[in-house]
């Protein structure tokens, strides 16, 4: 693990692989999750994400039921959604964190603590305020670097499913929950790459796809299809986020990836697509305002924002400089994705800070792995 923690996953692909496509298969399947594919000293994530590229997930009737089903638990637990507030203000006193103030609304007291599972510098700049922390955590959090990508997606209604040329010869492709599509080497992949570091995108961009009602039909009408298109983008185009808001470049984007995924699907064309709707990196950031620059891990997966240093080393417990505040977010570890897990630690440690009982079992995995000493 130690020799593999030093490779950048380019490194990893050409030391391990000899077909082009492969490659380029398994690079787009390590960075699609963060990675850099020309970053070491993160290398131990490189076993994780092809287990995890392997063992996808859909969420029955939609992913948005897994919001709701812990929306209900969390109101049957006692809890309280305020919406459609913003938040003004962590409340601080005497370095103690006091409760929350929401914009154009109540200042709500924390009895125990303030749990934040936003981004460190919206956290501690924005809301906590640099005259209540040391001169060295701000220009620590200052420093906090985004992800150089987000994701633009193209989200389709479509009158059939799509009929890939592949699957002629292997009718399994058919039934495949995640397509990479547009890379014919681990070259093309990193031309999209440096392509997005210089802040463009044109159609040469490859992408994931995946068409959930493949396996969830609950997802469209009897017979008809959802799909949607994921591929990276720059954030800022051309040095200007305000391109990615204009209707009809947003169109023409999206129109010149669905012809891009007809040349491996031909049947999806323009009296197939129903409809569509297109979310870009600017949207994203506009609509979840801990996705700052469209990021989808709170931060980039760098190896000195990782482990113990992620966030930095005064919150990477879950903890803060701040008493009774508390960090439970992907800036935090162990990352982004539908992980739970940064939450759960969090929660871990409000109990263990204030004497709290819990109320849930530590998984046997976890009680396995401690007993064999791995931590």
Known sequence: MNELQAKSPKQFVDDMFENDKVKALILYILCMWGMDPVQGGVGYLIPLYINRASNYRLVIHGSHVLTAALTRDFMQHGGKIYSPYGIERIGIEDGRATGVQLSGGPFLEAKVGVISTIDPRQTFLNLVGEKHLDEDFVESTKGWLWEHWGLLGIHLCLLEAPQFNSAKNNPDVAKALIHVLGYESADDFISHQEMIAAGNFDDRAGFNCCFPTIHDPSQAPVNKHTGIISCMAPFNLN?????????????????????????????????????????????????????????????????????????????????????????????TYPGGTVLLGSGYLAADAVCEENGLKKWWQEPDYVKAARQKGYF
Not at 265 to 293: H, Q
Request: with cysteine; proline share 5%; hydrophobic share 35%.
């Open 239 to 331: 040095g200007n986020d305000g391109q990615w808001v204009k209707y009809k470049f947003k169109e023409e984007i999206a129109w010149k990836l669905i012809d891009k995924l007809a040349k491996y699907a031909p049947n999806i064309t323009e009296k197939v697509v129903r409809d569509l709707y297109v979310s870009t990196p600017k949207d994203i950031a506009n609509k979840f305002l801990d996705m700052v620059m469209g990021s989808i891990k709170q931060g980039q997966y760098h190896p000195l924002q990782m482990g113990y240093l992620r966030p930095n080393e005064y919150c990477s417990t879950h903890r803060s400089p701040i008493k009774n505040l508390y960090m439970g977010g992907a800036c």
